[in-house]
C-alpha cells in the first residue's frame, strides 16, 4: 500500500469514528501544500476545550449577568496518526506552522468581542490540534496537542 | 563570602560527578534568585538512613550548574582534588588566617554558651529571690560544654601542631603543656566544614551531559521551578512558582529536534499527566544551522481530550 492510500485510510477511519462513535458534524478534510498530510476539522456535539483563564472569565461574567452562558462548540483541528507511527518535534512544529488558530469557517461564530471570555474564541485562542491516534483495531484515541506553554485544564 | 548577592558566586563542588552545593546561603540564594530548587541530598551522620528529611548537600542537575554558570554566578571546583591541593600548599598566612578563624568559631562558642549561662542564672535568680532577699553571687561555673579543662588544653595543643611546618619538631605526646596563664579559655570545637581553608576558587571543569538545557533554561526563565519528575512519571516535574507554594503545572520530557517520538509515548504520558491532573510538557531545540546559533525552542502541551 503507497503512503498515500495509507493515509486515505487512515483519515477515513478517523472520520468515520468521529462522525459515528462521537456524533461530530461538519468533519472536513484540509489539504494544504505544506501540511505533510491532510488535517481534518470540525464540530463536536458539545465543547471541547476551555482554557483554564478562560473558564475564569465565563464565570466573571455569568456572575456579572446572573445567568448561565451557554457554550457554544467550536471548530476544532484534527490530526490522524497511526500509533505505529513516530513523530518529532520538529514534525509537529512543521504542522503547527502550517496552521491557523481557528480553522476555515470558524471566525463567525462569534461577532461580539466586547466581552473578555469571547476573546478566547478569538485572537486569544491558541493553537491547538486533536491528535486522533489509531490502532489496528480501529481504536481511535483523542489527545490535545497546544502550541507553547499551556497550563492544564482543572479536572 | 560576599555579603551583598549581587556579587555571590555559588559555589558548585563537583564530586565524583555529582554537583553538589554545601552552603546554605548558596542554597537560599539559587533558589531565590534563579528558581533552581534541586534535591536535599545528605542525611544525619547519627541515623543514615532516614531519607525523609535530608539536608546539605543539595545536588543540583548538570542543567543547574550550567546555567549558573553561563549566567557568571557560580563557579565549580573539582573539589577533591582541590581540596587536597589547598592541604599540601598551604602558606604560612594561609595557615594562620585559618587558625584565627577557628579561634572565632570557639570564641563565638564561647559567647554563645555565656549568654546561656547568664540566662538560665537569671531564671534561677528570679526563682528564688522571693526567698532569698540578700543577693547571692553565682559561683563562678567551667564553661559548659567542656567537661575536661585537660581535654581543651590537649586540643588545643594538637590543632595548632597539625598545621606546623614541617621544619618544627611535631608535638605527638599531648601531655597538659605549661601553658601561659594569659591564654583564654575557649571550648573546643570540632569544625564540620573547611569553607575556611577555601576562598573563591576558579576551577571550572566542564560540564557534562546537560543535554536537557534548552528547554530546562527556557522553562527556569519564564519562572518555573523545576524538579526530579519520577514521581509524575516523566524527567521533570515543572511548578509555576516555588514548590512550597504550586502544584506542578506540567509533567516534562526533552526530546532531540529531530528525536523520532513513538506515539504510544505521547498517549501513555498524556494519559498518565492528565490522571495527575497535569499536562505532559515536551520540547526540543531547533538545532544551529550556519548562520544562526542557537535556534527556537518549541514545546507542546498535550492533554487527554476526554473523549
Not at chain 1, 88 to 98: K, N, Y
Not at chain 1, 126 to 141: E, N
Not at chain 2, 118 to 139: L, N, Y
Request: hydrophobic share 35%.
Amino acid at each position: 500500500m503507497s503512503v498515500d492510500q495509507h493515509l486515505q485510510a487512515l483519515t477515513k477511519v478517523v472520520v468515520n469514528n468521529l462522525e459515528n462513535q462521537h456524533d461530530w458534524t461538519q468533519v472536513q478534510t484540509h489539504n494544504q501544500d505544506n501540511l505533510p498530510r491532510p488535517l481534518l476539522y470540525g464540530l463536536a456535539p458539545k465543547r471541547l476545550y476551555v482554557h483554564p483563564d478562560e473558564q475564569i472569565e465565563i464565570i466573571k461574567a455569568e456572575k456579572e449577568l446572573n445567568e448561565r452562558i451557554p457554550q457554544e462548540p467550536e471548530l476544532e483541528w484534527v490530526l490522524p496518526l497511526h500509533l505505529a507511527e513516530k513523530w518529532s518535534i520538529s514534525d509537529f512544529s512543521a504542522v503547527f506552522d502550517a496552521i491557523t488558530a481557528i480553522p476555515p469557517g470558524g471566525e463567525s461564530v462569534n461577532a461580539n468581542e466586547d466581552a473578555q471570555w469571547q476573546l478566547w474564541r478569538g485572537r486569544k485562542r491558541g493553537k491547538r490540534i486533536l491528535l486522533a491516534t489509531v490502532q489496528d483495531d480501529s481504536t481511535v484515541t483523542y489527545y490535545w496537542m497546544h502550541n507553547g506553554l499551556v497550563k492544564p485544564r482543572q479536572n | 563570602m560576599p555579603s551583598t548577592e549581587d556579587d555571590r558566586q555559588v559555589r558548585i563542588s563537583k564530586i565524583a560527578g555529582r554537583y553538589l552545593v554545601f552552603d546554605i546561603d548558596d542554597v537560599a540564594y539559587i533558589r531565590r534568585q534563579h528558581g533552581i530548587c534541586a534535591v536535599f541530598t545528605g542525611t544525619m551522620p547519627q541515623n543514615p538512613t532516614q531519607n525523609v528529611f535530608l539536608g546539605l548537600p543539595l545536588e543540583l542537575y548538570a542543567e543547574d550548574a550550567k546555567m549558573l554558570l553561563d549566567r557568571k554566578v557560580a563557579y565549580i571546583a573539582d573539589d577533591p582534588l582541590e581540596h587536597l591541593n589547598k592541604l599540601k600548599s598551604m602558606d604560612d598566612e594561609t595557615r594562620k588566617s585559618y587558625l584565627q578563624s577557628i579561634k572565632t568559631q570557639r570564641r563565638t562558642a564561647q559567647l554563645v554558651f555565656d549568654e546561656a549561662k547568664a540566662q538560665s542564672q537569671a531564671r534561677h535568680k528570679d526563682k528564688r529571690k522571693p526567698k532569698q532577699p540578700p543577693v547571692v553571687v553565682p559561683t563562678e561555673l567551667p564553661p559548659a560544654s567542656v567537661a575536661d579543662d585537660a581535654a581543651v588544653e590537649q586540643e588545643e595543643g594538637g590543632e595548632e601542631s597539625f598545621f606546623e611546618s614541617p621544619s618544627k619538631p611535631v608535638k605527638t605526646a599531648p601531655v597538659a603543656p605549661q601553658k601561659p596563664p594569659v591564654k583564654e579559655k575557649l571550648p573546643a570545637i570540632t569544625p564540620t566544614t573547611s569553607n575556611a581553608m577555601i576562598h573563591n576558587g576558579t576551577s571550572n571543569p566542564d560540564v557534562e551531559n546537560h543535554t536537557a538545557l534548552p528547554l530546562y533554561s527556557y522553562l527556569n526563565e519564564r519562572g518555573y521551578f523545576i524538579t526530579p519528575g519520577l514521581r509524575f512519571g516523566g524527567d521533570f516535574s515543572v511548578y509555576p512558582g516555588d514548590p512550597f507554594r504550586y502544584h506542578a503545572h506540567y509533567m516534562a520530557n526533552s526530546y532531540g529536534w529531530d528525536e523520532k517520538i513513538p506515539m504510544l509515548d505521547l498517549v501513555t504520558s498524556g494519559r498518565l499527566g492528565t490522571a495527575v491532573k497535569k499536562s505532559f510538557l515536551m520540547g526540543g531545540q531547533k538545532p544551529a544551522t550556519g548562520d544562526s546559533e542557537a535556534g527556537e525552542l518549541r514545546a507542546f502541551c498535550i492533554e487527554w481530550a476526554g473523549m
